[in-house]
């Protein structure tokens, strides 16, 4: 029932998701973020909620990403309707899609990103998404925007979009998390609202925020 993108920015450790869906609220189910281990996307046909933070608590101590995705997903007797990618604050790569999952499903991986989905109208989709992410220049965010328009291009999910999302965590910087829970252009609201996000004031305040690296930081 979704696309999602993750991705890691190796150069200052920041790791960064989008995603799309044509159900309610894709963000308060599908990405989760942690900037000491990893960021996760949860989908399906039904998604699991608990699958992330059991992941990142593995990751603590293993950071080999499909490894920790197996362990997670093995165990979960009803993994066949759901979905999962894992990026590892290292950069290592994982990824489960379950085979009672419908429509076209399934999940492309290069080096720091994964583009999966399902219900989705064919491979072209996932293909879009990571070729406009990659020849995309600029800030993740716009890099993960452009790889959600190209999605919906190309066909996106086979009902249509109905929510999105993005979702950024790193050390050095406040979390980023968007949410579009409905709307007949789900898209275009996401960007809307990274532009609103990028606003002098509000940009100056979320920069005085304590972050893992400067817990105590709250200069104006």
């Not at 020849?135 to 979009?161: C, F, H, I, P, Y």
Request: negative net charge.
């Amino acid at each position: 029932m979704t696309m999602s993108i993750l991705a890691r920015n190796p150069e200052n450790g920041l790791l960064g998701g989008a995603a799309m869906t044509g159900n309610l609220c894709v963000g308060a189910w599908v990405l989760w973020g942690d900037s000491r281990t990893g960021i996760a996307a949860t989908q399906g046909e039904k998604p699991s909620t608990i699958w992330a933070d059991e992941a990142f608590d593995l990751l603590r101590d293993d950071q080999q990403a499909q490894h920790v995705v197996d362990q997670v997903t093995r165990r979960d007797g009803g993994r066949a309707w759901r979905q999962m990618s894992l990026l590892c604050r290292s950069g290592t790569t994982g990824v489960f899609t379950g085979e009672s999952n419908q429509g076209w499903k399934g999940e492309l991986v290069a080096e720091d990103l994964i583009v999966a989905g399902n219900t989705l109208k064919g491979p072209q989709v996932v293909e879009a998404a990571r070729d406009a992410y990659l020849q995309t220049e600029g800030l993740m965010v716009d890099r993960l925007l452009a790889g959600l328009r190209a999605a919906e291009m190309a066909g996106g999910d086979s009902r249509g979009n109905m929510s999105a999302a993005m979702l950024i965590v790193c050390d050095t910087e406040p979390p980023l998390n968007l949410r579009v829970d409905w709307s007949e252009r789900p898209i275009d609201g996401l960007s809307a609202l990274v532009e609103r996000a990028r606003a002098p004031d509000y940009a100056r305040w979320v920069a005085g925020l304590p972050v893992r690296s400067d817990p105590e930081r709250h200069h104006e």
